[in-house]
């Protein structure tokens, strides 16, 4: 299971522009069951995006098709982590 890390690099109206087409993306994975969970961070300087892959490699090629990496609106950072305990409801996350 990976973290990706989201850092915002350009003006928020310039990221509000591109919403949109980054939700779309997001919905995309989320029903290929790649993306887990996703959000904003607080305050609103980047997001989160909680995602199963095979590697970091595949990984990597499918944030390459986020309009916020394709406009140079943000960087990623990707932490790889194993899950080995979980609240009642999230067991499907251990491994």
């Not at 299971?1 to 919905?27: C, R």
């Not at 970091?56 to 932490?79: G, M, S, V």
Request: without cysteine; hydrophobic residues 40%; glycine residues 8%.
């Amino acid at each position: 299971m990976y973290i990706v890390s989201l850092t915002y690099t350009a003006p928020l109206e310039q990221l509000d522009a591109a919403i949109d087409a980054h939700i779309a993306f997001l919905n995309r994975h989320y029903e290929t069951g790649t993306f887990l969970a996703s959000g904003r961070k607080v305050p609103r300087t980047g997001g989160i995006i909680l995602a199963r892959s095979e590697s970091e490699e595949a990984l990597r090629e499918i944030l390459a098709e986020d309009p916020f990496w394709e406009q140079k609106l943000a960087t990623y950072d990707i932490q790889q982590f194993t899950a080995t305990k979980t609240g009642p409801g999230l067991e499907g996350l251990l491994g």
